[in-house]
């Protein structure tokens, strides 16, 4: 059976969302772990952004004339972000993930830099053995988390505009030591149509913390409580898809305040990387910061 990984164009939408919506809830319902893609219609949504956006490169493989997987690789910044990768289930263990896999790390190492990251799921033992085989390295333990919103409006939140980047920027290179101003601009001007709006915490007009909610986000703040501020009240107004966080759980302090704040374990998964990797602001120098689910 002949393989071809081919650039993924939008007229794919519909059998790559199918496959994007099928792999997920196949590998989560083995495992019994909540959807990540709980319906074809986000699945459709995200195939839609991964192959209309140009800060994102995707790639589909095509066995014997139909589409069996699509992988792609985010570009906004510095790092580059991989995921998702989604293999037709009655396609899977022949091959096909791997050959994906290979050509979008060939792709972003000659195309866009040495920093490639992605996040990998904790109970997904294939995938794990997959990413490590091609060099790949845990750098992090991380927690998916629910998030409670706050119930009452803190002044000191509000939602950002693109006056604020540099002061976000400044901020995130300090804490985690790659700027992520592109792929923060993007939500700052698109955010509020998926309900991924991006908020600061402001005090004494200094910019304390600032949050992407959701799986797609991240989050970046000079302290525990700046950062849980920040994050539950951008949840306020979320959707429920916007309602996650990625926690490092190396970070005691933030993961057991946001416990105590009745946020909820979903799952653990672990931040991979390849090439040239600093770690974030240590917890005890009182910083938090959270990745999204590219990198």
Not at 226 to 237: E, G, H, K, P, S
Request: proline share 7%; net charge neutral.
């Amino acid at each position: 059976m002949s393989l071809q990984i081919v650039r993924a164009t939008p007229d794919q939408v519909p059998e790559l969302s199918r496959i994007i919506f099928e792999a997920f809830r196949g590998i989560h319902q083995r495992h019994n772990f909540p959807l990540d893609v709980p319906s074809l219609e986000l699945g459709t949504l995200m195939a839609g952004m991964l192959t209309g956006r140009p800060d994102f490169y995707g790639v589909t493989a095509i066995q014997d004339g139909k589409i069996v997987g699509s992988n792609f690789v985010q570009i906004s910044d510095e790092v580059a972000g991989i995921g998702p990768i989604t293999v037709d289930p009655i396609c899977q263990s022949r091959g096909v993930g791997r050959a994906l896999m290979q050509n979008i790390v060939d792709w972003a190492l000659k195309n866009h830099g040495p920093m490639v990251r992605l996040m990998q799921d904790g109970f997904n033992m294939a995938s794990l053995s997959l990413y490590t085989s091609m060099g790949f390295a845990v750098v992090e333990p991380i927690a998916l988390m629910e998030l409670e919103p706050a119930e009452r409006v803190d002044a000191s939140v509000r939602p950002l505009t693109c006056d604020d980047l540099p002061a976000c920027d400044a901020l995130c290179r300090r804490v985690i030591k790659v700027s992520r101003k592109n792929e923060l601009r993007f939500f700052i001007e698109h955010g509020s149509d998926m309900g991924f709006v991006p908020h600061g915490r402001f005090k004494a007009g200094q910019l304390a913390a600032y949050v992407v909610p959701g799986f797609l986000g991240h989050a970046v703040a000079e302290s525990t409580d700046d950062f849980l501020v920040a994050i539950t009240q951008a949840a306020r107004n979320a959707p429920a898809p916007a309602r996650k966080v990625f926690l490092p759980v190396r970070n005691n302090d933030l993961f057991r305040q946001a416990l105590k704040r009745q946020m909820r374990v979903v799952k653990l998964m672990s931040l991979m990387a390849l090439g040239p990797y600093e770690d974030p602001m240590l917890p005890s120098t009182g910083a938090a910061w959270s990745p999204s689910i590219e990198c």
